[in-house]
């Protein structure tokens, strides 16, 4: 299963691939998509530290699972391909862009061009199985993106992290709020927006003011 990853993430993350828990994740891994259908496809899994390299990630948005339906996982966090209907909590998302900047919802889901500026749009569990959500999780994945936000959060400064949701905040726990952005707010689901949790956190504003403090270029949501 070829996969593609940017070198500079390889270079980070190069310690991590030769643990063992991660050598027993890549054989989990590669027999459920041989005898599986899974999501992303194989080549996608690491599309997010494919598109934003270590060195561009200025914004890190956390997701939990890859969608699990037919065509909608991509390897971006809340990212689908082109053609495919936006799932609710992505419409969500596009719905506070439009209130808090004024920008009208796109006609694509895919986010590869927010990932393309640096946004590192990352889910916790890199791969699902298709129509079985957390099918898995708990088998190194988490350790692994744990990992990830560590390595940013100690060797980069004044990066933008989105935790939304419980799961996310939680996540968050090893970043050093002292040299980085966190933004928390409920999740963009139907269950936490319409409690009203999600709406008006007006956090792609706030992501964009505090990337233009440190002479960061601005996301074009």
């Given at each position: ?124 569990t ?10 898995h999780?708990?088998?190194?994945w ?21 935790l ?58």
């Amino acid at each position: 299963m070829k996969v593609a990853i940017h070198p500079s993430w390889k270079k980070e993350l190069a310690q991590e691939f030769e643990k063992d828990y991660f050598k027993n994740l890549t054989n989990f891994v590669r027999e459920e998509y041989t005898s599986n259908t899974c999501y992303p496809k194989g080549k996608d899994i690491f599309a997010a530290f494919d598109r934003a390299t270590f060195t561009s990630t200025k914004v890190v948005i956390l997701g939990q699972d890859p969608y699990h339906g037919p065509g909608q996982a991509n390897g971006l966090s809340f990212s689908v391909n082109e053609g495919i209907p936006f799932p609710p909590s992505l419409q969500n998302i596009f719905k506070e862009i439009e209130n808090d900047l004024g920008k009208p919802v796109p006609n694509s889901g895919n986010l590869e061009r927010w990932a393309n500026q640096g946004v590192l749009l990352l889910n916790a569990t890199l791969t699902v199985r298709a129509q079985q959500a957390g099918s898995h999780q708990k088998k190194g994945w988490e350790l692994f993106t744990d990992k990830v936000i560590e390595i940013i959060s100690e060797e980069k400064e004044n990066v933008v992290f989105m935790l939304w949701g419980g799961y996310a905040k939680k996540k968050g726990a090893k970043i050093d709020s002292s040299k980085h952005l966190i933004l928390t707010s409920g999740h963009p689901s139907p269950l936490s927006a319409n409690r009203g949790y999600w709406f008006g956190n007006k956090h792609f504003s706030k992501a964009n003011t505090y990337l233009k403090q440190k002479g960061k270029e601005p996301i074009d949501w």
